[in-house]
């Protein structure tokens, strides 16, 4: 039994995010991100009010132990809840931010992290949704550059392009935003106006405006076709927005300008990039791009998403750290890649070939085959006592064991052995010195295909 | 700032600490162990009492939240500590035991697990001893057979070999302990008995046989031979044992012949194999070979252990579930490499090239060069800005990155490209059609080598 919300992963799913996380690291690490980690203890005080009053109310605190924990004898609830000294990581961006402040001497800027571990949220547990989730990030922070935009659509490009995943790349700009938002006089309730556009897919264009006539915000219907439209990251695409939104949307036009120069040398090979003027993105800690995943197969939503912020350390003292930085959503991709069916390749046993345990006689002689195998690349196992030949067999059917391989006293002493394809259901005998190479041509090693 | 005995982990040491999980589990994967995980938080029933007292006490516990949190108002402190539902995983074997009961039915037996995840101990810490750390372990459950201790023994051989670790792996069988119990009068005793006989090589054979004095057991002196002498896991060695213990030991060397003679097929070719009648491994669990890896040139100790058991999971209620499992400690592992000078290979920087940003007119031209390299499979990075070229190649030295990679207007006009290699300092040119070629003569992109 388990605490709610949280889960053992099995072999087969586990060899899936395996493959996944091993596609999203080798990505990171080909754009020379180079990997941190973080404990998962921090002091309340680094986490505590940086997620909003959700987020302090679902953050695991860390019960206090000895000396410390009687302290809070005879405390009220509220009283514990706000004197713990530590607690669970949230995310992986706040304990970046402190990481980037207290190491700030012993780092070169532009320093591009990637970081892949558990975070644990509070949360109703639902499908997909676990209490202890893997977050995968990678953030590029002490200096800007649209550069860093156009690499980070590049490693979502390659990622889903190796999981062989379709996806769409949803963009948008914040200063695009305020600057709609300036347009239809709704800037000084940015937030909870693209909160409600964000909506545009689910509630329609009349449920977005009703939400915000609720606010006091009246837009003119025309503004529809604007939200509506299919636009590009192309000369006409910003042309056309050059002239809905006029200056006050220039410095975005101007970096989504270099942006699709960068994107035209390179364009994404696998993702399908879409202009989404209503991507919000929560967090108003972004200020430039930001950036959505959708699987375009599988109804599942979002896969990740990211951008740009001007500060991401000011509230750990430092200030004038800019970056940007990406997400990937190990759990929603899996969920994607199985809905797809594209999981069952990767999630079969990895074990090749079951030598047959014939007797303690042949023991040691079998010992060595399954050492020779190993040595040559073949994930080999030598079943560990003399069971029934029965049991042996089913045991290599039950693990998806393709190889069953039997050489008995008889078979010893013919200088024999006997190679069962439990898959095609044939069996093959070779001579003692032949049978590596026999096996090789059904089935090369690792390393070797 | 972090809480005590916990720490980040910045990109060199983590280089190491990489490199050694891959090959870690690069062998688990060749013996056919498969990889699960299970969650961080426990239910604290699941946990409390399976460590003894210390395990309780050094046990992190985590805070109730909402309505659960209110049941401990006015509470007093041993209240708290006891009543709390879910705790943070203390090792790696508890949780495991669990999960083979809880997944019974979904296993295929004799099931060979491995798993890689951090725990947590509220422990002092020390050098190399921290209160999150993280345990490598490999178990086969379910059936027993001494075709298991071999392969452990070349898991541990194959693992330090790679490494290129010098290292020592001591053997011990419970059963002999035991048997050298017995004929002192010390069976009724033994646990304490055993440990006092751990530490022959800290405190001398006089300091252990006063430590067995106080506990009323009289040793007679003549058998520090046998504790001191050179014993060999072959047919000397364990005639030399029989002589000394008679029939009370005869089913250890039964088992330790059969091991004999499996390592005599497939010799250990790298970790040296010394018999340790002292070695005792603490846990009362283990019941026949128990292994303890120790560091042949650091001065570090204990790198990792193990041993076979009988009974895994009875205490979740699933009688006869003998297995074997061993463990590799990452920490320290990575203290001995460091004390040895075996690191810095690993822990240099992996990124090979920086292409200089030399302004907005070529920077999608440059954009394009670094996509190309990671490409063909270097780890390529575009310096995001364009800064002053100084600036750029002072980033490159300070992050060991060896190539620089210019090309301005001029250049492009001219269609050239310099390559610097700033480890040689030497400058190359070549023309636009032969630069990659040229860089692939200096420095063969990595997949290739």
Not at 1 to 12: C, E, N, Q, V, Y
Not at 243 to 248: D, E, I, R, S, T
Not at 428 to 444: F, K, N, Q, V, Y
Request: charged share 25%; hydrophobic share 40%.
């Amino acid at each position: 039994m388990l605490p709610k919300g949280t889960r053992d992963i099995l072999p087969g799913p586990m060899r899936v995010r395996t493959h996944i996380m091993q596609i999203v690291e080798s990505v990171f690490q080909c754009y020379a991100f180079v990997r941190i980690e973080t404990p998962a203890i921090e002091l309340n005080k680094s986490l505590s009010g940086k997620y909003g009053e959700e987020g302090d109310r679902l953050m695991f605190k860390v019960l206090p132990r000895g000396e410390k924990l009687k302290k809070f004898e005879g405390k009220t609830a509220s009283e514990m809840q706000a004197g713990v000294e530590e607690a669970l990581r949230y995310d992986l961006t706040v304990p970046f931010a402190r990481f980037v402040v207290d190491h700030r001497n012993d780092l070169a800027f532009p320093f591009k992290r990637y970081q892949i571990q558990n975070v644990w949220r509070g949360d109703r547990p639902q499908k997909g949704r676990y209490r202890e989730f893997t977050q995968c990030d990678a953030d590029v922070v002490g200096i800007s550059g649209i550069v860093q935009e156009a690499e980070m659509m590049h490693i979502y490009n390659d990622v889903f392009h190796s999981l062989d995943l379709p996806a769409q790349l949803a963009l948008n700009h914040r200063k695009l935003l305020l600057a709609i938002a300036e347009k239809v006089g709704a800037a000084d309730r940015f937030i909870p106006f693209t909160v409600a556009l964000d909506k545009l897919d689910k509630i329609g264009w009349a449920g977005v405006r009703s939400e915000w006539e609720a606010m006091g915000i009246v837009v003119d219907d025309q503004w529809a076709s604007l939200f509506t439209s299919e636009l590009h990251l192309d000369e006409d695409g910003l042309a056309q927005l050059a002239q809905w939104l006029g200056p006050v949307a220039d410095q975005a036009l101007e970096e989504l300008t270099s942006l699709s120069e960068l994107l035209s040398a390179r364009p994404l090979d696998h993702l399908s990039l879409k202009l989404d003027l209503t991507l919000a993105r929560g967090l108003d800690y972004y200020t430039g791009c930001i950036f959505e995943i959708r699987s375009t197969g599988a109804k599942i939503g979002s896969l990740g998403g990211g951008g740009r912020y001007d500060d991401l350390t000011s509230v750990f003292g430092l200030k004038d750290t800019p970056g940007i930085g990406i997400s990937f959503g190990l759990d929603r991709i899996q969920l994607a890649m199985e809905e797809l069916g594209l999981t069952e390749a990767v999630k079969g046993s990895q074990t090749h070939l079951l030598i047959a345990h014939m007797g303690a006689s042949t023991q040691a002689d079998h010992f060595s085959m399954a050492q020779q195998l190993r040595e040559e690349g073949w994930v080999a196992e030598l079943y560990p006592t003399a069971a029934r030949l029965k049991k042996q067999m089913a045991f290599a059917s039950r693990s998806g064991i393709r190889f069953f391989i039997l050489r008995g006293e008889q078979e010893r002493d013919a200088d024999k052995v006997l190679i069962k394809d439990l898959q095609e259901g044939v069996q093959t005998e070779a001579t003692g010195s032949e049978w590596i190479d026999r096996l090789r041509e059904m089935l090369p090693p690792a390393g070797t295909q």
